[in-house]
């Protein structure tokens, strides 16, 4: 089914799946291994919770894969790795984003795992110079829309080219235009930013 939604092929699915498998990359072209190792597997209980975790990739493997492309676009930044045409659309007429979206739902911690600002800082650098340049979070994912912040203010230069997208998830109850103003702000206090690229409204 993602494949059908993405239509990109099946390499780049793989890439794009769950981190069952550990990726090493050279950083090199051509030298990209992929070792069949589980290393602590999320708990995955529905189809929602893999579409949340499969954007979870290498981003150096990926890209070397896809410089390989002979259709990706010519990106007039030398550092950032274009992706093929279809890898990106236009959301409202106007906001081009990546159809690969980083999923920033890791950052919430669980199963054993603790994220580390730095380390999360420098992968979201490495996803964006890759040509994964959307990002996707919410204000129950733990600390993650305070790393974009961070993310934010050590990449001044690179931030306003790409899209963070938010999920604001309420409690189920009678919500008012100041409840939601609130949540708002709060958003961009903690993402550093003066506007939210799309704000989805998740109610359970």
Known sequence: EIKKMLKLPEIFLFLCLPPFFKV????????????SQVINPPLLKSRRDHLETFVSLSAISTAEILRTNQNSPVCADS??????????????????YCRII???????????YTPQIDASVDAMSNLYHSGFDTFDMADIY?????????YRRRNADDAPKQKFFTKWVPRPMKISKDD????????????????IDLLQFHWW
């Open 142 to 150: 733990g600390p993650a829309e305070r790393f974009v912040g961070e």
């Open 79 to 96: 550092s950032i790795t274009a992706l093929p045409n279809d890898a990106y659309d236009v959301l409202g007429g106007e906001m081009k």
């Open 24 to 35: 090493n990359s050279a950083q090199q072209p051509g030298k990209v291994s992929i070792q």
């Open 102 to 112: 980083n999923g920033l739902w890791q950052l919430s911690g669980g199963h054993g």
């Open 180 to 195: 939601a103003i609130s949540a708002v702000n709060q958003s961009l206090i903690r993402t550093n930013s003066s506007k």
